[in-house]
Nanobody
């Protein structure tokens, strides 16, 4: 059973930056994909970014390309989401998730493991 724990959310003014972290409990994670999703009130959960744990292939939603960067530290079993140039529309609960294959890497329903979420609020 893989456990994921997010941290790093908070309140930030528009234009600012935040870095989210997601620590995984599983040590044999080398073939997994880690994704970040977000969900605003009354909205569906949407894909933000994903990374292959081994090799570092990355995927981004168009809405965050050029502003957000996903990365990972294998030794620390931690994935990061660096969020720059934040906008009020980035306000949401951010979740990290993990899956074993690339198929459906942008689709929330294809991920097996989820963290508890961390709130990000961007004020204008």
């Amino acid at each position: 059973q893989v456990q994921l724990v997010e941290s790093g959310g908070g309140l930030m003014q528009a234009g600012g930056s935040l870095r989210l972290s997601c620590v995984a409990s599983e040590s044999t994670f080398s073939s997994y994909y880690m994704g970040w999703f977000r969900q605003a009130p009354g909205q569906e959960r949407e894909f933000v970014a994903a990374i292959r744990w081994s090799g570092g292939n990355t995927y981004y939603a168009d809405s965050v390309k050029g502003r957000f960067t996903i990365s990972r530290d294998n030794a620390k079993k931690t994935a990061y989401l660096q969020m720059n140039s934040l906008k009020p529309e980035d306000t949401a609960v951010y979740y990290c998730a993990a899956k074993a294959s690339q198929l459906g890497v942008t689709i929330a329903g294809s991920y097996r493991y989820w963290g508890q979420g961390t709130q990000v609020t961007v004020s204008s």
